[in-house]
């Protein structure tokens, strides 16, 4: 398991103005599975966030297209006059 160290600054970066998480597994590697964990951790990371990256440009492309029917729904309704 890793486990959250305090915030720090990068010492190379005295001027930097992004913090630092440091974070380093408690215990040194005994077998495959704790080997595996690591690359299995960031993969179900970056998994996540190309999902919820694919999923808000879906909704920005929804948004859009809702935008735009609307307008086109005033136009013709604007062009038809009062009923």
């Not at 190379?12 to 992004?18: D, G, K, P, V």
């Not at 040194?28 to 999902?51: C, E, N």
Request: with cysteine.
């Amino acid at each position: 398991m890793c486990v959250w160290r305090r915030l720090k600054w990068p010492e190379s970066r005295s001027n930097s103005r992004l913090p630092v998480f440091d974070v380093r597994p408690n215990a040194s590697i005994h077998g495959w599975r704790d080997f595996l964990v690591h690359p299995a951790t960031i993969t179900i990371g970056l998994l996540t966030y190309a999902t919820a990256r694919e999923y808000s440009d879906i909704y920005g492309q929804q948004a859009e297209i809702e935008r735009q029917l609307r307008e086109a729904l005033r136009d013709v309704s604007v062009a038809m006059g009062p009923l």
